[in-house]
Nanobody, 124 residues
Framework: QVQLVESGGGLVQAGGSLRVSCAAS????????MGWFRQAPGKEREFAAG????????VYADSVKGRFTISRDNAKNTLYLQMNSLKPEDTAVYYC?????????????????WGQGTQVTVSS
């Protein structure tokens, strides 16, 4: 069983930076590709960033490319999302997720495990 717990959300001004983390438990989680999704008020949850089990491959949504960086530390079983140049439209609940091998980084349905989410609010 894999459990994911996000932390690090908060309130930040536009143009600022924030790093959210996801602590994972489960002896095999370091072998899973992982991703960050987000859900803004009144909108569907959407893909933000994904990373392979080794960290060698990263993918991003066009809306965050160049501003966000996904990374992982398998020794610590922790996933990160560094968010720079934040915009009010980045305001959302951010979820980390893990999936077994196969499937797509971009498809929510391909992820088997989800955290409870952490709120990120960007003020203008």
């Amino acid at each position: 069983q894999v459990q994911l717990v996000e932390s690090g959300g908060g309130l930040v001004q536009a143009g600022g930076s924030l790093r959210v983390s996801c602590a994972a438990s489960g002896r095999t989680v370091s072998t899973y590709p992982m991703g960050w999704f987000r859900q803004a008020p009144g909108k569907e949850r959407e893909f933000a960033a994904g990373i392979s089990w080794s960290g060698g491959t990263t993918v991003y949504a066009d809306s965050v490319k160049g501003r966000f960086t996904i990374s992982r530390d398998n020794a610590k079983n922790t996933l990160y999302l560094q968010m720079n140049s934040l915009k009010p439209e980045d305001t959302a609940v951010y979820y980390c997720a893990a999936r077994r091998m196969g499937g797509s980084y971009y498809r929510e349905d391909d992820y088997s495990y989800w955290g409870q989410g952490t709120q990120v609010t960007v003020s203008s």
